[in-house]
């Protein structure tokens, strides 16, 4: 499998921990999900993938509140007026 980054072929497997949180104030009560994926590490650009596992999605997903819609693509101009900084 090539790295959907930089598309090289060196690519490592770890074990790691980790805790998932519910974004936001309003979660900060919420204690965390721990995960223990399998890491698939690329060694030339440091892109990282893993799944969630099905047990602890389901954690995940009870958890969190409705998601707002995410535009991952989506360009945000903005003009700064020169003559409001002097």
């Given at each position: ?59 995940v997903a009870k958890s969190t509140t ?21």
């Amino acid at each position: 499998m090539v790295c959907p980054s930089c598309r090289s072929v060196k690519q490592a497997e770890f074990t790691a921990e980790m805790i998932i949180h519910s974004p936001g104030l309003k979660n900060i009560d919420r204690p965390g999900t721990w995960l223990f994926p399998e890491l698939l590490v690329c060694l030339d650009c440091g892109f990282c993938r893993f799944t969630v596992p099905e047990t602890e999605l389901a954690s995940v997903a009870k958890s969190t509140t409705p998601p707002t819609p995410f535009r991952p693509y989506e360009i945000v101009t903005t003009r700064c007026r020169s003559s409001s900084f002097r």
